[in-house]
């Protein structure tokens, strides 16, 4: 069981966790972000989650490593608990084979 838990690797390096940070705190992102959501994101996870990381990678300690799963099991459901927007059809439409009417004005 040692071995295991020696050869364990969070599921991104540390850079990627200080990119996401640095996206997040980008002026684009933040400007996205509020137009989309109406709030400014919070991006204190990411920065937390860098630091938890260089610890681990210094320690190896189980807390930083639970603390490292803990944060990206609530990041995954986070992004799970939307439902999707578009029902999928299972076939197509009955008269999907029929002629476009030619008698509606065009956009173009």
Known sequence: MAG???LWRPPRTCDEYWSEFRLCKSV??????????????ACQ???????TCHEWEKSSSTETKES???SERARVAEQRK???????????PADWHLPL????PRDS
């Open 4 to 6: 295991r838990e020696a």
């Open 101 to 104: 009417p030619q008698d509606t």
């Open 45 to 51: 996870q990411w920065k937390d989650d860098y630091y």
């Open 68 to 70: 490292l799963q803990q």
């Open 28 to 41: 684009w992102n933040r400007f996205h972000h509020f137009y989309t959501f109406g709030t400014t994101p």
């Open 82 to 92: 939307f439902p999707p927007v578009w029902k999928l059809r299972q076939n197509p």
